[in-house]
């Protein structure tokens, strides 16, 4: 086997790789050797089907299969000879007929960068601390309640926490929604759904009323033709309904699976899971703020662009509806973030390797309960996890940057910040 190297940019490199041609057809013959013994062909006894015809049906399948197993084990043996560490699957382009003796092909690739020896020593970090107290536990008893929640007709003028179903149509200059009628809508009084300015306008009307309100609509309205103008909207209350809160006892303990009914396990088991999700959260920030420290020491950092576009595209995607293609403005808006994060995840990496810090399984676990707790089937998402290797690949990454991160807080400039359960978990959950 022939190899040559050429640089075709800083990190971009084009091999050449000339296989003997004889390699190839030699294994192209055992192969059709082998299927002549357990073909099936129509006409034909089992093994007495003649090698033209094998040949002549499965000839070219054959060939391009055993071409793509060679390509595939002679470019890993070029990367070990050449001592090239590619960061995505190569572009690979080839004829396949032999010329001179030899059949070759050309791979296009990008390599991993040469980074330098991060010193830690030097950043400043501070590392946030938070703990679950039993305000969190009872604050969580709460939206439990709230979540399991009934609510039953009342007489009374309506009041926050109220379920109103109501009709309506806005009319905004020109425009009116709908274009004859009204449109009924539902939704619980400071409950978030609605915009405040409407939640204010609900409050205070009895069921059977009806009245006309001017309110400002948010700049971010799902109907364009309403979003940050005042409209002139006429509302009928339907119906008020005041929510009816299950009481804390064994009953509602059992409602959410408690073996022994009791709610004194209720609140073990909502602390538990509150720790999971508050230890998980810690080391969210924790690693954000190491991974934004290392860009900006090592922002000269050549980055394989593959990298950084797939960084960005799954950036935009996420924040995409489920089908909806990325357009190239999102994408390139998305590259100066996605540059930095690769920059991170590169040197995170590379100080992994470099202090030997290996993967904590144990931690894994956690990690994984913790997500699975936040399913109303936390079994199920251990199984989904479980079974899908690009999945696990994924938490394994994950836990050994949050262990990175953990390594460079003890090595760097660290203080500690304490924080409450709230101000650690409400930007993460918002």
């Known amino acids: 086997m022939q190899v040559s190297v050429e640089n075709v940019g800083k990190l971009e490199r084009k091999l050449t790789v000339k296989i003997p041609a004889d390699r190839l057809e030699n294994r192209v013959s055992e192969r059709l050797a082998e299927m002549g013994r357990t073909v099936r062909l129509k006409g034909f006894r089992p093994g007495k089907v003649p090698s033209n015809v094998i040949k002549q049906r499965f000839g070219a399948q054959v060939r391009g299969e055993v071409l793509s197993d060679l390509i595939g084990s002679s470019l890993g043996e070029a990367f070990e000879q050449e001592k090239l560490r590619p960061v995505a ?178 609140r073990k088991e909502v602390r538990a899971n509150l720790d999971r999700e508050l230890k998980a959260a810690l080391a969210g920030r924790l690693k954000n703020q190491v991974a ?57 990496g590379e100080i992994a390797r470099r202090e030997e810090i290996k993967v904590d399984h144990k931690r894994v676990a956690e990690t994984l309960s913790a997500i699975a707790s936040t399913y109303e089937e936390p079994e199920r998402v251990v199984e989904l996890y479980s079974g899908d290797p690009q999945l696990m690949q994924g938490l394994h990454n994950r836990v050994l940057e949050d262990q990175v991160a953990a390594w460079v807080a003890e090595n760097a400039k660290t203080t500690e910040k304490e924080l409450s359960f709230d101000e650690v978990m409400k930007p993460q959950r918002g």
């Not at 009245?211 to 609509?217: E, G, L, N, S, V």
């Not at 950092?301 to 995607?317: L, N, Q, T």
């Not at 973030?337 to 920059?343: G, N, P, Y």
């Open 292 to 348: 934004e420290k290392l860009a900006e020491m090592h922002d000269d950092i050549d980055v394989p662009k593959v990298m950084i576009d797939g960084e960005a595209s799954g950036m935009v995607r996420s924040q995409l509806p489920e089908g909806q293609e990325p357009t190239a403005e999102m994408l390139a808006a998305a590259e100066p973030m996605a540059r930095k994060r690769v920059i991170a995840a590169l040197l995170l």
């Open 89 to 266: 699957q190569p572009s690979v382009d080839t004829t396949g007929e032999a010329e001179d003796g030899h059949i070759s092909y050309t791979a296009t690739f990008e390599i991993m960068p040469e980074l330098p020896e991060v010193d830690v020593s030097s950043i400043e970090l501070e590392k946030p601390t938070a703990e679950v107290t039993d305000a969190d536990v009872d604050s969580m008893i709460e939206t439990l309640r709230l979540q399991r929640r009934s609510f039953d007709p009342v007489e009374r003028a309506s009041e926050a926490g109220d379920f109103v179903m109501f009709d309506y149509d806005a009319q905004a200059d020109d425009y009116r929604f709908p274009e004859e009628g009204q449109e009924r809508a539902g939704s619980v009084i400071g409950g978030g759904t609605l915009f405040e300015a409407l939640d204010e306008a609900l409050t205070g009307h009895k069921a059977g009323e009806s009245f006309t309100k001017d309110i400002a609509f948010p700049e971010d309205f799902g109907n364009a033709q309403l979003a940050g103008k005042t409209a002139t909207v006429n509302l009928s209350i339907a119906k008020v309904q005041a929510p009816n809160l299950p009481e804390i006892d064994d009953a509602f303990a059992k409602a959410f699976g408690i073996a022994d009914g009791t709610v004194e396990t209720l």
